[in-house]
């Protein structure tokens, strides 16, 4: 079975790259829909599918493109419709950057439980190979020592680990099965976190205009700026969001343990197509 959310909702908020306030509208969608963005403030008001074909670019946040325009820092918002297990959904948003709200997904997750879900009918709802595919050998990207893996499993789990020279940080860890663990409490309220060393440079790079610190974890060499956290490990668990947020543009989860070391979004995404080519 398929669903759709129950009802519309909005949010609004100041995009993370961009700066800039943008509102997006959560709509139900029909079985075959997917998941899609729909820029409301172009004259065409052109259509951005959530799948890897449209993936754009990934610095420091995912941007898909379609019909002429982009959508950037995608994965907060996918990885909460993903999660709930919304398969089809239109994103109206009138601009070219999601909000970033708290830094987290949790702001997503409550929404979308207000909205609730309804089943697509078996008989309308359109069948993909995802819907049954296992992982059936080890597929791997790598780039230095950084990687992303997908091995075959009896149950779905996604592991990741992060290693930073950051005192606050350092080495980190954690392991997520959907079947035991709930997203909305062990890995939406995870922020997007930054070092206060690097801020600078990427601000005049024209990144994170909109960051600040009631919507990022900062830290400097020795502590958190803007404590407390809300896990121990809250910077590892962020990093699990946006790698869930990031293989949701496969459509479905295919079976198998997601296995991520000091990855990115990019490699994120390089994994997702390597398993796409071999569905």
């Not at 029909?30 to 899609?36: D, E, L």
């Not at 172009?42 to 493109?65: N, R």
């Not at 962020?238 to 990115?264: C, E, I, M, Q, T």
């Amino acid at each position: 079975m398929e669903r759709t959310i129950g009802e519309s909702f909005v949010r609004s908020g100041v995009g993370l790259h961009s700066g800039h306030k943008t509102t997006v509208r959560v709509l139900p969608a029909p079985s075959g829909a997917g998941r899609y963005f729909v820029r409301t403030d172009l004259p065409q008001k052109p259509k951005i599918p959530a799948c890897l074909p449209s993936v754009a670019q990934t610095a420091l946040s995912t941007e898909l493109e379609g019909e002429g325009a982009t959508i950037r820092t995608v994965e907060h918002l996918l990885a909460a419709l993903a999660a709930s297990g919304i398969d089809h959904a239109c994103i109206e948003v009138d601009g070219g950057e999601i909000p970033l709200l708290d830094g987290s997904a949790r702001n997503w997750m409550e929404a979308i439980a207000a909205a609730g879900f309804r089943d697509l009918s078996p008989e309308t709802s359109v069948k993909t190979n995802l819907n049954v595919v296992e992982i059936r050998e080890p597929i791997s990207v790598q780039e230095g020592d950084a990687f992303v893996t997908a091995m075959p499993a009896r149950e779905t789990r996604f592991t990741y680990g992060i290693d930073f020279s950051y005192a606050p940080i350092g080495n980190q860890w954690y392991s997520w099965n959907p079947e035991v663990e709930d997203f909305a409490g062990a890995i939406a309220p995870a922020r997007t976190f930054g070092f206060a060393d690097q801020i600078e440079r990427l601000r005049q790079g024209g990144l994170i205009k909109g960051g600040s610190l009631d919507n990022a974890l900062v830290c400097d060499t020795e502590k958190w700026l803007n404590p407390p956290l809300r896990f121990a490990n809250e910077p590892v668990r962020h990093k699990l969001l946006d790698l869930v947020g990031d293989l949701s543009l496969l459509g479905k989860w295919p079976r198998g343990h997601f296995l991520a070391y000091k990855a990115s979004h990019h490699l994120h995404v390089r994994l997702a197509k390597a398993i796409a080519q071999c569905l």
